[in-house]
């Protein structure tokens, strides 16, 4: 298996853009989480999906901030506008569930916003 | 609600050295226990885990106890070497069946030859 795909792997862009974020979970897993990684706040749970259904949203952070999970082999996590303290690492990471509680990161995306 | 808590960082070894990483945590019931790593430049990936108290979680020569009177949940290594510097992220799962993890803030180890 390929593991948990990502993409872009690097996102430069200017400030007001709206920027896109990709990812492909695992074959199988029921749920997607998605995590945003920063020096000064560590690693931050935002959203996560159970069956493509969104379960808890609470770790978003503002409006701009949206995840989508169209199908069981897709999610976007969109930030419209973008803003300079969005600069982080953002991760995808997907889980069998049923107990199992590994949960399988994927390399990341690194955004920086200017 | 559930937390926690890992050694502040950073933490400098020699090879060969022993290594030990404090993890305690806060929860309600009776958590999973974990550690994950995050090698430069990569996700992080699951290095060992405990399910219930007593438990020794063990992986490449990396090895965590479950000790449910004292809550915690140090990582222990024998001898350290280079290719051992990461960061080093304790977590829990409440099981409650959320299937979310909590995790402490992380430790990054650097390991000199």
């Known amino acids: 298996d390929a593991g948990v795909i990502q993409s872009p792997r690097h996102e430069v862009t200017e400030m007001g853009q709206e920027v896109t974020l990709r990812c492909k979970p695992i074959?199988?897993?029921?749920?997607l989480f998605w995590y945003r990684q920063t020096m000064m706040r560590g690693l931050e749970l935002l959203i996560y999906?159970?069956?493509?259904?969104?379960?808890?949203d609470s770790g978003m952070p503002e409006d701009r901030f949206s995840a989508k999970m169209p199908n069981a082999s897709f999610s976007t996590l969109k930030i419209q506008p973008s803003e300079p303290r969005d600069s982080a690492v953002y991760f995808c990471?997907?889980?069998?569930?049923?107990?199992?509680?590994?949960?399988?990161f994927g390399p990341g995306t690194r955004l920086t916003v200017t | 609600g559930d937390s926690v808590t890992q050694m502040e960082g950073p933490v400098t070894l020699s090879e060969e050295a022993f290594l030990t990483i404090n993890c305690t945590y806060t929860?309600?019931?009776?958590?999973?226990l974990f550690w994950y790593v995050q090698y430069p430049g990569e996700g992080l990936q699951l290095l060992l885990k405990?399910?219930?108290?007593?438990d020794k979680g063990s992986n490449k020569g990396f090895e965590a106890t479950y000790r449910k009177e004292t809550t915690s949940f140090h990582l222990e290594k024998g001898s350290v070497q280079v290719s051992d510097s990461a960061v080093y992220f304790c977590a829990l799962d409440d099981n409650f069946g959320n299937e979310k993890l909590t995790f402490g803030t992380g430790t990054r180890l650097t390991i000199i030859p």
């Open positions: 929860a309600t019931g009776y958590p999973s």
């Open positions: 990471a997907s889980s069998p569930g049923s107990h199992t509680y590994e949960q399988y």
């Open positions: 999906f159970n069956n493509n259904v969104p379960i808890d």
């Open positions: 074959s199988g897993h029921d749920y």
């Open positions: 405990a399910t219930k108290a007593d």
